[in-house]
């Protein structure tokens, strides 16, 4: 039974590799829309390869991007993208803002502990409620780990 699933993660990775190269090279396209759309499906593959990218989007004049960047973080799940996710903290677009509290708390990383908590005593009351939200995510992530080891 292993042996067939380490078959099937490289045939799934031979198929998805080219898919997510194409990917990342159009969310430098001129549409917004391609580019909304790619940032969208990378984080729905799940691939880090596009992390980086990913990243460098939290930073584009399209709010609607960076919101989508945040998103597609968040599902990714890497450690690499809480300091730029705890940068976006302060966007002037409350629903960027919103998507990094809640990509915080699907990381789990307890780096962002202190800036969620600064969430809590400054921002808007919508989003101190999520901030509270991925403050207990990460602390339950870290206790499950705690448990482990005992």
Not at 19 to 33: F, G, K, P, S, T
Not at 35 to 61: F, H, P, Q, T, Y
Not at 89 to 112: C, P, W
Not at 130 to 141: D, G, V
Request: hydrophobic share 45%; charged share 30%; proline share 3%.
């Amino acid at each position: 039974m292993r042996e067939r699933q380490r078959v099937l993660i490289i045939i799934l990775k031979a198929i998805f590799t080219p898919a997510v190269d194409h990917l990342i090279a159009a969310m430098y396209n001129e549409e917004q829309d391609i580019r909304r759309g790619s940032i969208d499906v990378l984080g729905e593959i799940g691939d880090c390869d596009a992390i980086e990218d990913i990243i460098i989007a939290l930073k584009d004049n399209d709010p609607g991007i960076r919101w989508r960047a945040a998103k597609a973080l968040g599902k990714l799940g890497s450690k690499r993208a809480v300091e730029p996710l705890i940068a976006v903290l302060v966007d002037e677009n409350k629903m960027v803002r919103l998507q990094a509290v809640k990509s915080l708390g699907y990381i789990g990383d307890t780096f962002a502990v202190e800036s969620l908590i600064a969430v809590i005593k400054y921002d808007d009351p919508g989003i101190k409620s999520y901030a509270k939200e991925s403050l207990k995510k990460i602390n339950s992530k870290n206790l499950n780990r705690l448990t482990k080891i005992e």
